[in-house]
């Protein structure tokens, strides 16, 4: 069953810093490019990041460039988002998802999706 599990979200506040993971197990994970998408209250849900199956290539949203960064461990079928100065804008639920296709994946076409963990960026 292929499946991916997010953890690490949280409240912190402006300017804080978070890292989520996203777990993967079911597939040959380093077949898969892996994404992070994000829903916010009243909003649809966007593309944040995506990382190549390899970790050669990355892409980011506009909206996190220079703040977030992907990374993947393929020995531990692991990939990380690590969030630095956030902003309450950030506020949302974080998905990880997974794609053999890395361009289909930044486009939005999904193959596995995680249950989702809450990120709050709050005073």
């Known amino acids: 069953q292929l499946q991916l599990v997010e953890s690490g979200g949280g409240l912190v506040q402006p300017g804080g810093s978070l890292r989520l993971s996203c777990a993967a197990s079911?597939?040959?994970?380093?077949?898969?490019?892996i994404g992070w998408f994000r829903q916010a209250p009243g909003k649809e849900r966007e593309g944040v990041s995506c990382?190549?199956?390899?970790?050669?290539?990355?892409y980011y949203a506009d909206s996190v460039k220079g703040r977030f960064t992907i990374s993947r461990d393929n020995a531990k079928n692991t990939v990380y988002l690590q969030m630095n100065s956030l902003k309450p804008e950030d506020t949302a639920v974080y998905y990880c998802?997974?794609?053999?296709?890395?361009?289909?994946?930044?486009?939005?076409?999904?193959?596995?999706w995680g249950q989702g963990t809450l990120v709050t960026v709050s005073s």
């Open positions: 998802a997974a794609d053999p296709y890395f361009r289909a994946l930044v486009a939005g076409s999904v193959e596995v």
């Open positions: 990382i190549s199956n390899s970790g050669a290539t990355t």
């Open positions: 079911g597939f040959t994970f380093d077949a898969y490019a």
